[in-house]
């Protein structure tokens, strides 16, 4: 699978992460669930994994199937609370489920970032906290999130991008590359719930994929801006077919094209 640089940090991640969202959200005697997925997924080359504390039990879920692949993954999670010492709560439980440190701390949905921000940098020089981030799904938060992009204080930014859901291209990724951040791309499939409805199959032909969600998620990767996308699934064939998708050939513009009208029905 091809790996991509996470903006100015350095580090390369391979372009096809694993999402937890409702999908990890799993009772004990479900764990194992989420462990076939996440052999699947890193039997594939997906190394990134996305996760929050606003995803039920999906944080211990993920760390458990982890286990001991957690030196091998590339951990984003997500604080998500208006205090500073439920957020410093937030993280200690993290660090219990992965083992110490987590790669990448996202301040979810823009809550309390200027806060977040103060005491996560010191969490950062003291190395339990790789790289920082900032997430939102809505086009509305987009201003608020081009503001703490520009402070300099993140590495990297997670926001949808598919074809039905392309409001990013507008402001957030020429900034996001004017400044060198990492762009990790939520909903790729359209999202929970919202999934992009697959086209007749023979309509996949000219695209050189064996499906649907792979031709989604090449599509998002064929802009070069996006550092990784993470699809979540329950399905561990899903997390091999998605893996799959994480190499070129990227598709060119009319490839692009051809997704953009299947997605809109045209
Ligand atoms: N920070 C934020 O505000 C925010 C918001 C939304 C999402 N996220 C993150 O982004 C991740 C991805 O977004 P998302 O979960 O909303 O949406 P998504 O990944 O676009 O779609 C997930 C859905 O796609 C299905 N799916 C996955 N692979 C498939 C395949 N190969 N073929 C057919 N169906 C497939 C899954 O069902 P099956 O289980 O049946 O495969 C699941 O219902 C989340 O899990 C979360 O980590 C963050």
């Known amino acids: 699978m091809e790996r991509r640089t996470l903006g100015r940090t350095g580090v390369d991640v391979p372009v096809v992460g694993l999402?937890?969202?409702l999908t990890f959200d799993l009772a004990d005697a479900q764990q194992h669930v989420a462990d076939a997925v996440v052999d699947a997924a890193f039997a594939g080359g997906t190394r990134l994994v996305d996760s929050s504390p606003m995803y039920g039990r999906a944080e211990g879920v993920l760390g458990r199937a982890l286990d001991s692949r957690r030196p091998d993954a590339f951990v984003a999670t997500k604080l998500w609370t208006p205090s500073v010492s439920e957020g410093r709560a937030q993280l200690n439980s993290q660090l219990a489920h992965y083992r110490g440190r987590v790669d990448l701390e996202?301040?979810?949905n823009l809550v309390a970032w200027r806060e977040h921000l103060d005491w996560l940098e010191g969490e950062?020089?003291?190395g339990r906290v790789g790289y920082l981030g900032a997430t939102h799904y809505?086009?509305?938060a987009f201003p608020e999130l081009a503001r703490v992009m520009r402070t300099g204080r993140i590495d990297a930014i997670q926001v949808?991008?598919?074809p039905r859901d392309r409001d990013?291209?507008?402001e957030i990724l020429p900034l996001a590359q004017e400044l060198g951040l990492g762009v990790i791309v939520m909903e790729p499939l359209g999202g929970a719930g919202s999934l992009i409805p697959a086209p007749d199959p023979r309509e996949l032909e000219p695209l050189g994929v064996a499906t649907w969600a792979q031709a989604l998620l090449?599509?998002?990767l064929s802009d070069p801006r996006v550092t990784s996308v993470i699809p979540a699934t329950r399905n561990p064939e899903h997390a091999r077919e998605n893996a799959a998708a994480g190499s070129p050939p990227w598709f060119g513009p009319e490839e692009?094209?051809?997704v953009e009208e299947l997605a809109l029905g045209r």
């Open 160 to 162: 949808p991008l598919n």
């Open 106 to 108: 996202q301040v979810h």
């Open 138 to 140: 809505a086009a509305s």
């Open 256 to 258: 692009r094209r051809l």
């Open 218 to 220: 090449r599509w998002a």
């Open 19 to 21: 999402g937890t969202w």
């Open 168 to 170: 990013v291209e507008r």
């Open 124 to 126: 950062r020089e003291a």
